[in-house]
């Protein structure tokens, strides 16, 4: 059912010491930092030959990743992006097999402007799985 990995998102304190992380050392190709308000992050975009790297840094108060930096405080990753076909085929078929889907269950548009849902870590190995509409 999955396909492609879409991108590795990794949360980061400090999203420009992150960038030339990737853009020095690591030698990538690294995107303008994008503040995101309505998903509570700026972000920043790696592309890679072969998939993509999504830098998270937390924009606001409420901002989803948050919780996971106090954890994890010099950061890491935070989620993996499958891409679907067809995202509501693959969310009733992750549901009839007792699979979590996060929020109310509908998808939401992402970061990249496509129909996104994640799923429970729990259910997946302890990450948090991300599907996007190919
Ligand atoms: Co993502």
Same mark, same amino acid.
């Given at each position: 059912? &999955? !396909?492609? #990995? %879409?991108? +590795? *998102?990794? *949360? ?17 190709? +690294? ?8 998903? !509570? +992050? =700026?972000?920043? $975009? &790696? %592309? ?19 919780? $996971?930096?106090?954890? %994890?405080?010099? !950061? ?7 891409? +679907?076909?067809?995202?509501? *085929? ?7 097999? !007792?699979?979590?889907? #996060? ?14 849902? $994640?799923?429970?870590?729990?259910? $997946?190995?302890? =990450? ?5 509409? *190919?």
């Amino acid at each position: 059912m &999955i !396909g492609r #990995l %879409n991108h +590795v *998102a990794i *949360a980061v304190r400090d999203i420009a010491k992150a960038s030339e992380v990737y853009r020095k050392t690591l030698g990538a190709e +690294v995107s303008a930092a994008v503040p995101q308000p309505t998903h !509570g +992050v =700026t972000t920043v $975009f &790696i %592309n890679l030959p072969n998939t993509k790297i999504e830098l998270l840094e937390p924009l606001g108060e409420a901002s989803p990743i948050l919780k $996971f930096l106090e954890k %994890n405080t010099d !950061g890491g990753i935070h989620h993996v992006c499958y891409e +679907v076909d067809d995202i509501l *085929a693959a969310r009733d078929r992750l549901k009839a097999q !007792g699979a979590r889907v #996060l929020g109310d269950g509908e998808p939401k548009t992402g970061a990249h402007g496509k129909p996104v849902l $994640f799923l429970h870590p729990k259910d $997946f190995c302890g =990450t948090l799985v991300e599907l996007e509409q *190919a």
